[in-house]
């Protein structure tokens, strides 16, 4: 009696074409990640073949790479997000909100002495003020000595009518942060994932109608609680 051979799984080879067409990338970039590694793949006869089973394999790692970062961040924010470091902040203008925020970020454990905080958040604005639009103001700055990065948030009521923003609308919500110069990648990426957080319009009228320092530190949980971080 004959028992039916089991033949081996079959690989499925793709060409750059295909693979370019599976990841929805451009021909050139496909061969771009194949010739610096990037990609899993072989070359045969001068051919590029991509091995598809292991580039599903490469892809969720990716994912999983970026979910992990994208903790980080929020864990970072996390921390740095506390009611005693949120000021909500009654008819002032510019000059006047963020004096109170350097004074908040003066008594901030490690942190440089109030006046040269003010000189370099003065000198930030006067180089372009960090109106980001949709009623956002991130002042940020990096400095000597600072080990830890820091952030105080202001929340402005009735808005600022003179911030000059980008957009041209008053400023209301405010993000001041304070880094050391050699956490320059820290200090961006928080600042960008700020600026793509606050895109979220519910986020932002919730956090426009808040009354305490605890109720916006909720807001933001609740955001985070809902779903994943946006901009990630």
Same mark, same amino acid.
């Given at each position: 009696?004959? *028992?039916?051979s089991r033949?081996a799984?079959q *690989?499925?080879?793709?060409? $750059?074409?295909e693979?370019?067409e599976? !990841?929805?990338?451009?021909?050139s970039?496909v061969?771009? =990640?194949?010739?610096?590694g990037?990609?899993?793949?072989?070359?045969?006869g001068?051919q590029?073949?991509?091995?598809?089973? =292991?580039v599903?394999?490469w892809?969720?790692k990716q994912?999983?790479?970026r979910?992990t970062k994208a903790?980080?961040v929020?864990?970072?924010?996390?921390?740095?997000l506390?009611?005693e470091?949120v000021?909500?902040l009654e008819?002032?203008?510019?000059?006047?909100? !963020?004096?109170h925020?350097?004074?908040? =970020?003066?008594q901030?454990?490690g942190m440089?002495?109030?006046?040269?905080?003010a000189r370099?958040?003065?000198?930030?604005?006067q180089?372009m003020? *960090?109106?980001?639009?949709?009623?956002i103001?991130?002042?940020?700055?990096r400095?000597?000595?600072v080990?830890?990065?820091?952030?105080? $948030?202001?929340?402005?009521k009735p808005p600022?009518?003179d911030y000059?923003?980008?957009?041209?609308?008053? $400023?209301?919500?405010?993000? =001041?942060?304070?880094?050391?110069l050699?956490?320059?990648?820290?200090?961006?990426?928080l600042v960008?994932? !700020?600026?793509?957080l606050?895109?979220?319009e519910?986020?932002r009228?919730?956090?426009?109608?808040a009354?305490?320092?605890?109720e916006?530190?909720?807001?933001?949980?609740s955001?985070?609680?809902?779903g994943?971080?946006?901009?990630?």
């Amino acid at each position: 009696m004959m *028992t039916a051979s089991r033949s081996a799984p079959q *690989t499925e080879w793709l060409t $750059v074409e295909e693979m370019a067409e599976y !990841l929805k990338l451009g021909r050139s970039k496909v061969y771009q =990640m194949a010739q610096e590694g990037v990609l899993p793949s072989v070359k045969v006869g001068g051919q590029w073949r991509f091995d598809r089973e =292991m580039v599903d394999e490469w892809l969720r790692k990716q994912l999983r790479l970026r979910l992990t970062k994208a903790g980080d961040v929020l864990d970072r924010f996390r921390s740095l997000l506390v009611p005693e470091n949120v000021l909500i902040l009654e008819n002032v203008n510019k000059s006047q909100a !963020l004096d109170h925020l350097v004074d908040r =970020m003066a008594q901030i454990e490690g942190m440089p002495a109030r006046d040269e905080i003010a000189r370099g958040i003065a000198h930030r604005e006067q180089l372009m003020s *960090t109106g980001i639009g949709l009623g956002i103001g991130v002042p940020h700055i990096r400095l000597s000595g600072v080990r830890r990065l820091a952030m105080v $948030v202001g929340i402005c009521k009735p808005p600022i009518e003179d911030y000059e923003s980008i957009d041209g609308e008053p $400023v209301w919500l405010l993000f =001041m942060i304070v880094a050391g110069l050699d956490q320059q990648a820290d200090h961006l990426k928080l600042v960008a994932r !700020l600026s793509s957080l606050v895109k979220d319009e519910e986020l932002r009228e919730a956090l426009r109608r808040a009354d305490s320092p605890e109720e916006v530190c909720r807001i933001f949980e609740s955001r985070f609680d809902a779903g994943p971080f946006d901009g990630m």
